[in-house]
Structures are given as C-alpha cells and as structure tokens.
C-alpha cells in the first residue's frame, strides 16, 4: 500500500506504525514529503493509495475528482510556532509586536523555504511582508534543505530563532518552543486524509486510516505536537 504523506505527521506515524503492521500485516510505504511537492507529482500523473495532505491539497485532490467518495477524513491539525535553543531565554512574543521587536532583535533566524512549499515557510515569508520587515530577516536567515528542519540550526548556534510547525520542531533535541505565532500572525495548518479512487488497495487503505483516528493514535499525535480531531 503506497502512503503519501505530509512530513508534518510523520512524527506521530512512525511511532504508530510498527504496531499497526503487528496487527493487521498491512505494511503502509510511506514517502514523506510538503503537501505542495505531492500535489504536483499527482497532477503529473503520479497515484497512490492513500494521500495525507493539508487542507489545501486535499481540496485540490478532490476537485481533481482523485478521491473516493466518502474516504476524505481530519486526522489533526498543528499551529506554526517559533523555537530557540534549550536554555536560551524565550523572547516575548505575546502580540504581533512583540514578534516583530523579537525577530529583528535575533542575530539570525531560520524558517522554511517558501520555494520548497511547506506551509509554514509560505506562511511566514507573507508575515514578515506584512511587517515590512521581510528585507531585514531574509539577510539574517538561514533556509535548511528542501523538506528539512528548521530547528537544526538551533542545538548548534548557526541561528538563534527558528520558526516552523510544532511537530516539525519537536523532532529536533535542543531546543525549546517558545509557543505559536500570535495573532494576527498566528496560522494552523489542518491535515486530511483520503484514499484515491484508482487505488487496488482500497480496503487497506481504510484499514490503516481507521487505524490513525484511535484513541491511542490520538494520544501520540497529541504528544508530538499535533491537535487530533
């Protein structure tokens, strides 16, 4: 069964997965990936079994007419937030001008890469345009590769802020998030799951994404920074 999924829940799955193949002997292969990134390899042609888009993608998906009828389901969703390194002082950034002064304060930064489509990257670029500040921080920041973790920097002193979805940095150790961006910057991204109409492996597919919306499962999406629905 070919998963596509958002690297977002990639934390939470991988730890729900070895005991969902103990228990039914389905074995998912999940390719992780930006929401955007999959979305264009299936309108180039590409399938699956089942897809793990945002909000966005899953619309997308199924104006495209991808999806089974009825399959589509939330499986959680996830704010933006902003990180530094363990122990370091958590900046103020209680009101849209508190991030502001905290961001041009920073030695350095790092958040996503808007070209590489991940939605907090996207999101945030617009939020520093917004501020008019967008000049100074991109002179200061530092993007990881494409689909990586901002909060690498971090642990290493390369940058002192970084900004992406919670789960993302909750996969770095060394670090420490300061909390979501505050409004009326703030962004949470929804992520949804649907099973393609072309798929011969339909019935797994349902299998595993019953699978996802347990009530064990939600506890580990809640551990790993995830809102369950």
Do not use: C
């Not at 590409?46 to 997308?60: K, P, V």
């Not at 933006?80 to 001008?97: N, Q």
């Not at 590769?145 to 992406?164: H, M, N, Y």
């Amino acid at each position: 069964m070919k998963v596509l999924s958002s690297i977002a829940v990639q934390p939470a799955v991988e730890v729900l997965l070895p005991g969902f193949i103990e228990d039914t002997g389905i074995r998912p292969v999940i390719e992780w990936n930006t929401a955007p990134a999959f979305v264009k390899r299936l309108q180039g042609g590409e399938t699956a079994d089942l897809l793990i888009l945002n909000r966005a993608g899953m619309d997308i998906m199924q104006r495209d007419g991808r999806i089974l009828t009825g399959s589509e389901v939330t499986l959680a969703s996830s704010p933006a937030a902003l990180a530094v390194k363990a122990g370091a002082p958590h900046p103020d950034i209680s009101t849209g001008e508190a991030l502001k002064r905290a961001l041009l304060a920073a030695r350095s930064i790092s958040y996503t890469d808007p070209a590489a489509g991940g939605a907090s990257g996207i999101h945030f670029a617009r939020v520093i345009e917004r501020m008019g500040i967008a000049a100074e921080i991109n002179a200061k920041n530092k993007f990881p590769p494409a689909g990586g973790l901002s909060g690498t920097f971090l642990p290493t002193g390369e940058v002192e802020i970084a900004v992406q979805q919670i789960p993302e940095l909750k996969q770095v150790a060394g670090l420490s998030i300061v909390g979501p961006l505050p409004a009326p910057y703030d962004l949470v991204t929804v992520f949804v799951a649907g099973i393609e109409k072309a798929s011969a492996k339909a019935k797994e597919a349902k299998v595993f994404l019953d699978f996802l919306r347990t009530p064990a499962a939600a506890a580990i999406f809640r551990d790993k920074g995830l809102d369950p629905a």
